[in-house]
C-alpha cells in the first residue's frame, strides 16, 4: 500500500514518535510505502512530499516537533484545494491518509473521507489532553512535567522573598495541564476554564495561608480560565498598545489582582512555547509509538473514517464524527482532589 | 479519628507524596490526627512512631524515600508480634490503619484485619506496577523514565563504538520496566520474564541489524528475564565468589553470550538502585496524591479490608484478598507493538 | 566564636548550599556557632534570628532560594539601623557576620565594616555573574542550564512552524546568561546590554538563513540589550497601561519588529523567575560549598572587611572596596566565538 | 584550506559539538573544507571518510557521541601505517589535521608530526579531566552532573532503608568526578585513586554518623581507588569466572568491607557507561564550541604540533609535548573542602 502522513494544527512533544511507529510498522511488517506531506493540508494541495522512512526517521523518537512541518491551511481555504488534493491522491497513487492533528485538522479530514476524495485514519493531537474520544492525547504528560518542574523552581523564589508567584500554562478551553502541574507542584491555588474563580477568594485563601506562617503560594493558572461574570475585567492577549504579542493575559490580571488585595508581592511567569517543544518523556514516546502502530494497522484493517484513540489502556478506534465532537473537560474526580490542596 | 499509616517494603519513588496527600485530607476536611509508624510493621509493633502532620510533610512531595522509614519485619516474624501490635493499637486509640506496601506487607494488613485485630485500608505499592487489582502503581513510570534516561545515554556512545550496549533493568517477575523503557529507548531487543528467550535469535537479530549499516544495538533486560529452558545457564547473581554483591546476573550473562555469538564487542550496565530514589515525575507525584486522598476517604466510608485501586482513570477499591492475589504480566497489545521495534 | 550569617538581595541556585558549606565547616572543625539572620539586613536590625546548624540544614544542598529568606531592606533605610545592627551584634555575642549578597547587600557590609560596627566577610551572590572581582558567581551556571534547555524546547516548535523564537532572558547590565545560553542552545543571533543591536542587521541575518532553507531561528535577548541610540523605540517593562506587570520589554519589541522587518512569523517567550529557583546544578553545589567553606576558613584567619573570591580555579580573598566595584562584562573571545554562530 | 578531523578514544559527551565549532568556523569564516576521517586513526590509514560540514553537522549540538565514530587502532598497530597515513593526506590534499583524543590518541598524532607526514592541532578528550596542560576538558561536567544525580536518587533509598549505598563511577587514575559528585551529592565518604584509603577508617565514620541518628551514608568510590598497602585485597574487575563482564572491581569490595565492617546492609551501584553518553550539559557545550573553533583558528595561525588547551578562563595552545605528559591529580584545596564532609 501506499500511504500518505500529515501533521497539522500546532505543534506538541512526539510527532515524530507517532511517525516513526507509522513507518516501522509499515515498512517491516506490512511492506507499505509511506509519503509524507509537507506543512499539513498545505503539503496535499501542492502536493510536496518529504521522505518518510526508517531510514530518514532515525534518531526521530526523541525529537520533538515535527520532521514534516505543519500549518493551519485546510482545503477550504484556497480555490479548487479540494481538486488539488484529489489531483495529488491520484498522482501518488495513495490507498489512504493518516492525518495527525485536533479538531480542525481532523473535521476536514472527516470531510474528505465524506466525500470520498481520501481513505483516512486520524491520530489525535492537542496538547491541551482535551478530546473527549480518546483518555489521554501524547505531548500532554510531557508538557504538564515541564510545567511542573516551573512550578518547583518557583517554589523557592516565592518562599526566599515572601511572595506570591503566579505561573500561566496553556489550557485555551481546559485546565488538565493547570490541574495535573498545580497537584504535582503542590500550588496554592489552580484556576481553570471549567470552573470561573472569585478572585477575592483567591485572595482570601493566600491571605489565610501567609497568615499561618511565611509559607509563599504558588497560583497556577490555565491561558483560558475566566473570573466569575461580572467580578474583574480581563485583558484580552494577543496584542498591545504598541503592537507586541502581549504576554499574560489571565496570568497578569491576576497576578495584578492578587497583589492589589493581599498586598503580597506578586509576580506573574507565562511558560508560553517551551511547554510545546522539546524531547517528549518515556511515556508519551511509548504512548506515540502505540498511537502510530495502530493507526497503520487501521489501516490495514480498513477502519477508515475512523480515529485511533486510547481508552482503557489499549488502542481502538472510534469515528472521525464521534472524534471532533466533544471536548474533555478535567476529571471531577480529580479536580476535587486538587481542590484539598488549596489554601 | 486517629489513623496510623506506614510502609512496608522495598522504597519506590512517591511513597511520601502519598503520605501527603493522606494528611491534608484527613486534617483539613475530617479533622483526624495521623501517627506514622517508623519501618513497616516494626513500627507498630513496637509502638514507635513518627510525626505525620501537614506542617511535618512540608516539602515531602518532591522528596524520594520514606520519612517513615521501611522495613521487611512482619508481625509473624516475631514472638508476640500481633499481641504487641494490638496493644500498640489501643495504646494509640486508632480507629484504622493505612497500610502502603507490596504483596508481603498488604498480607499481613489483611490477615490483621480478618483476625479483628485492626481496621485496614490498603495502598499498593511495587515499583515493577505488577499487582492485577490496579491498572497502575505509583513510582513505576518515575522508574520508566529513569531506565529510558539511560537508554538514551547509552545509544550515543553504543554508537561511537559500534558496540552492544546491555541494560538490566528492574523486573524481578514481570517485564513492564524494561519493556516500556525498552519501547521509549528505542531498544533493538528487549527481555522479559513474561517469554523466555532464546539467545541465539537475539544474537541474530542484532546480526541482520548490523549488516545494513553501522547501527548500535541497545538490548534491555528484565532482570528476571529467563532463557528458553535448557537453551543458556544463567548465573544466580546474589553474592560472587569473593563474597561481593554480584551485579547484573542476567545482564552479564546476556552480554557474555552476544558477544561470543555476534563477536560484537557488548558492554553491561546494571541500573539498580537508581530506579528506586529520588523524585517522583510530575505523573507519579499526582497519582501519588489522588491514591492518598482515596484511602483517607475509603476510611471515612468504612471500606475496611479493601485496597485502594486505580482502574479506568479513576480510584476504587477492591478487597485485599483480590489485592494481593494476581500478577500483572505485560499488556499483549502493547508488548505486541515492542516487537514490531526488535532489530 | 559566634558568626552570624544572612542573604541579601534577589535569591539565586545555591544559598542553602553556601550556607551547608559554612556550618559544616564552622561546627566540626572549628566549634563555632553560627547564627542566621532573617530576611538580610532586617533580620540583624530587628534581632530576628533562624537556627543554622549542620541539623538544621539537612536536606538543603538540593533545595533552591533560601532558609533565611532574604530582602532589600537596608540599615542607612530605616530609624537607627545601623545602632539596632550594634545593639544586635553586643545582643547575640558576635565575633563576625558572613554576609552573602550583591552589590547593595555588600556595599552595607563594607560600611559596617569600615565603621567598625562588625568584622564582616563577603560571599559574592549575582545570578547574571557581573561582579568583576570573581571569575564566576554560583547560581549563574544553573539559569545558564535551565535557559539552554528553554532554548533546545523552542527549537523543535519554531522549526515545525517555520517561526522565529526570541528568548528574552535575565542579565539587565552584562549579557553572560544570554551568550551562554545562546552558545549552549544554537541561537541564531543572540543580543547583550555590552553590544547594542542594529534590528535591521538582526532582521538580515535571519533572512539570509531563511532564505537557505526551511530553518527556523532562536534569538536569545538579554533583558538589558539595548539597540543602537536612535533606532529604536523601547518600551519601559515594568507595569503595562492596566497596572498589570509588563513581559518582556525588550523580548517583545525585538520579536514584533523581526516580524515586521522579515514577514516571518515571530514569537517571545519571557522565561523570567524560572532562572532563579530549583536546584542547583552539580557544578553550582560544588562551587557554592566551596565559597561556603572558604568564608568562615576567612573569619579564622581574621581577614576581615575581605570577599571571598573563585580566582584561576581557587578560592582566594579581595578587599570588599575592589569587590563591588567593577561590572564584568562578556568575555571578548567567547563573544567572538558566539558571533561565528550568527546567521 | 582542506582540514581533516579525526576522533579517537573512549567516547566522551561534547564531540559532536567540537565538530560543529571547528566546522562552523571554518566554512563561514575561512571558506575551509572539513573531511571527517572515520573510527579514529583507522579511517586515515583506509582513507575512510565522512561528510563534515555545517549541512551535515545540523542538529548534532546536543547529540552525545560522535558522528565520526571512534576507534583505539593506531598507526604504529598496522602494517605501513604511517605510509597509509601520508598517502591518504597527499590522496585528500590535506592542509592539516584536527585530532581530538586523549594521550594515547594525541602521542601519535604528536609523533606524526614530528616525522613531518602531516601538521596537526590537537584537542584534549579525557572524561576523566585528567589532561595536566588544560584546566577543563569537555564532557568531564556532564559526567560530574549525571553522577551526582545518581547519588541523589541513592539518597532516599538510602535513608528510607537506612542502608549504606556506593557508588562506582569513573576515574582510574585520578578522582575529579568522584570528589565532585561526592560533593555535590552530599557523599558521606569518597574514595579516589590519588589517596589511598583505609577500609576500617571508612568503617569507623560511618558508624559514628549512624551512630547520631537514622542517617544513611553514600560512599562514591573512583573506580580506580586502591587501599592502602596492604589492606585489603581487591579483586580486579574485567571478566568474571563465568566469562562475563565483571562490574564493580573495587565498588563491589568496598561494599562488602564496609557491611562486614559496620554490619549495616550495604549495596553497590555500577554507573558505567551513563556516564559517557547522552546530551552534554549547556556548560560543556559552550566548553566544547569554544575548542573547536580555538582549534580551527589555530591551524591557521599555522600554530602546529599544538593542543587547544584551556587555561584561566580563555582558550591557548600548548605544545603536544607537554599535552600529554602530566596527569592532573584533584585540587588539594578542593579536596580539604570535600574531606570537611565526611562522615
Given at each position: 500500500m501506499r500511504v500518505g502522513v500529515l501533521t497539522g494544527g500546532g505543534d506538541c512533544p512526539g510527532l515524530n514518535a507517532v511517525m516513526r511507529g507509522v513507518v516501522r510498522k509499515a515498512e517491516n511488517t506490512y511492506g507499505d510505502e509511506i509519503i509524507g506531506f509537507r506543512d499539513g493540508w498545505k503539503g496535499v494541495i501542492n502536493n510536496e512530499t518529504v521522505e518518510l522512512s526508517i531510514a530518514s526517521m532515525?534518531?526521530?523518537?526523541?525529537?520533538?516537533?515535527?520532521?514534516?512541518g505543519t500549518s493551519r491551511?485546510?482545503?477550504?481555504?484556497?480555490?479548487d484545494g479540494v481538486e488539488k488534493i484529489a489531483a495529488t491522491v491520484a498522482d501518488q497513487n495513495l490507498d489512504a491518509m493518516i492525518v495527525i492533528g485536533g479538531e480542525g485538522t481532523l473535521s476536514c479530514a472527516r470531510r474528505l473521507h465524506d466525500e470520498g476524495v481520501i481513505n483516512v485514519i486520524g491520530i489525535p493531537k492537542t496538547i491541551d489532553n482535551d478530546i473527549s474520544a480518546t483518555d489521554m492525547t501524547f505531548g500532554f504528560m510531557t508538557a504538564v512535567e515541564v510545567a511542573a518542574d516551573a512550578v518547583d523552581r518557583l517554589h523557592s523564589t516565592a518562599e526566599s522573598h515572601d511572595r506570591v508567584m503566579v505561573l500561566e500554562v496553556m489550557g485555551r478551553h481546559v485546565g488538565h495541564i493547570a490541574m495535573w502541574a498545580g497537584l504535582a507542584g503542590g500550588a496554592t491555588v489552580t484556576l481553570v476554564p471549567e470552573e470561573p474563580f472569585d478572585i477575592a477568594e483567591v485572595a482570601e485563601s493566600i491571605k489565610r495561608r501567609h497568615e499561618k506562617g511565611r509559607f509563599a503560594s504558588i497560583v497556577v493558572v490555565a491561558e483560558g480560565a475566566l473570573p466569575k461574570p461580572g467580578t474583574l475585567d480581563v485583558v484580552e492577549p494577543e496584542v498591545d498598545i504598541y503592537g507586541h504579542q502581549r504576554l499574560g493575559g489571565i496570568g497578569a490580571t491576576v497576578a495584578a489582582e492578587i497583589e492589589k488585595l493581599t498586598g503580597f508581592e506578586t509576580r506573574v511567569t507565562v511558560l508560553g512555547y517551551v511547554q510545546r517543544g522539546g524531547t517528549p518523556s518515556a511515556f508519551d514516546r511509548v504512548l506515540c509509538t502505540w498511537y502510530g502502530v495502530a493507526a497503520i494497522d487501521a489501516v490495514h484493517q480498513g477502519d477508515f473514517g475512523r480515529m485511533v484513540s486510547f481508552q482503557n489502556a489499549g488502542m481502538t478506534t472510534v469515528s472521525l464524527d464521534d472524534a471532533v465532537g466533544g471536548l474533555k473537560t478535567i476529571d471531577p474526580q480529580l479536580w476535587d482532589v486538587a481542590k484539598t490542596f488549596f489554601g
Amino acid at each position: 500500500m501506499r500511504v500518505g502522513v500529515l501533521t497539522g494544527g500546532g505543534d506538541c512533544p512526539g510527532l515524530n514518535a507517532v511517525m516513526r511507529g507509522v513507518v516501522r510498522k509499515a515498512e517491516n511488517t506490512y511492506g507499505d510505502e509511506i509519503i509524507g506531506f509537507r506543512d499539513g493540508w498545505k503539503g496535499v494541495i501542492n502536493n510536496e512530499t518529504v521522505e518518510l522512512s526508517i531510514a530518514s526517521m532515525r534518531g526521530t523518537l526523541t525529537r520533538g516537533g515535527t520532521v514534516l512541518g505543519t500549518s493551519r491551511v485546510h482545503p477550504w481555504m484556497q480555490e479548487d484545494g479540494v481538486e488539488k488534493i484529489a489531483a495529488t491522491v491520484a498522482d501518488q497513487n495513495l490507498d489512504a491518509m493518516i492525518v495527525i492533528g485536533g479538531e480542525g485538522t481532523l473535521s476536514c479530514a472527516r470531510r474528505l473521507h465524506d466525500e470520498g476524495v481520501i481513505n483516512v485514519i486520524g491520530i489525535p493531537k492537542t496538547i491541551d489532553n482535551d478530546i473527549s474520544a480518546t483518555d489521554m492525547t501524547f505531548g500532554f504528560m510531557t508538557a504538564v512535567e515541564v510545567a511542573a518542574d516551573a512550578v518547583d523552581r518557583l517554589h523557592s523564589t516565592a518562599e526566599s522573598h515572601d511572595r506570591v508567584m503566579v505561573l500561566e500554562v496553556m489550557g485555551r478551553h481546559v485546565g488538565h495541564i493547570a490541574m495535573w502541574a498545580g497537584l504535582a507542584g503542590g500550588a496554592t491555588v489552580t484556576l481553570v476554564p471549567e470552573e470561573p474563580f472569585d478572585i477575592a477568594e483567591v485572595a482570601e485563601s493566600i491571605k489565610r495561608r501567609h497568615e499561618k506562617g511565611r509559607f509563599a503560594s504558588i497560583v497556577v493558572v490555565a491561558e483560558g480560565a475566566l473570573p466569575k461574570p461580572g467580578t474583574l475585567d480581563v485583558v484580552e492577549p494577543e496584542v498591545d498598545i504598541y503592537g507586541h504579542q502581549r504576554l499574560g493575559g489571565i496570568g497578569a490580571t491576576v497576578a495584578a489582582e492578587i497583589e492589589k488585595l493581599t498586598g503580597f508581592e506578586t509576580r506573574v511567569t507565562v511558560l508560553g512555547y517551551v511547554q510545546r517543544g522539546g524531547t517528549p518523556s518515556a511515556f508519551d514516546r511509548v504512548l506515540c509509538t502505540w498511537y502510530g502502530v495502530a493507526a497503520i494497522d487501521a489501516v490495514h484493517q480498513g477502519d477508515f473514517g475512523r480515529m485511533v484513540s486510547f481508552q482503557n489502556a489499549g488502542m481502538t478506534t472510534v469515528s472521525l464524527d464521534d472524534a471532533v465532537g466533544g471536548l474533555k473537560t478535567i476529571d471531577p474526580q480529580l479536580w476535587d482532589v486538587a481542590k484539598t490542596f488549596f489554601g
